[in-house]
């Protein structure tokens, strides 16, 4: 599911605070994926993804979003900035496109 979380993000469908809330309230959920990845890391969510990837292929590779998040320090965790830290920047009413611009990392395009 993190996986699946991730790409939607990355294809701009969803912010990462409304798909937490959606899995929280909708699927009932006692954590959403990002809050989960900000707890566990997203430098292990990657480890694990990869793994994956190799185990079992494509359908696991982790998305180039992921990647480029831990490489950047955006991995979560314990004083690092996570998933949910950013939400900020993704105000409603303002332009709502997830852009270069208006990440803090750069991250998307």
């Not at 599911?1 to 969803?14: D, F, N, S, T, Y």
């Not at 605070?17 to 009932?28: F, M, N, P, Q, Y």
């Not at 320090?73 to 314990?78: P, S």
């Amino acid at each position: 599911m993190l996986i699946e979380a991730v790409k939607l993000v990355e294809e701009g469908v969803a912010r990462p605070a409304d798909l937490d809330t959606a899995c929280r309230l909708g699927l009932g959920h006692p954590i959403g994926p990002f809050a989960m990845m900000d707890v566990v890391t997203s430098d292990l969510c990657l480890q694990v993804q990869d793994i994956l990837h190799d185990a079992y292929g494509d359908r696991f590779r982790p998305p180039a979003l992921l990647r480029q998040r831990v490489a950047a320090g955006y991995g979560g965790g314990r004083g690092n900035p996570g998933w949910l830290e950013e939400a900020r920047y993704y105000r409603a009413g303002e332009d709502e496109t997830m852009t270069r611009a208006n990440t803090p990392c750069g991250c998307l395009s």
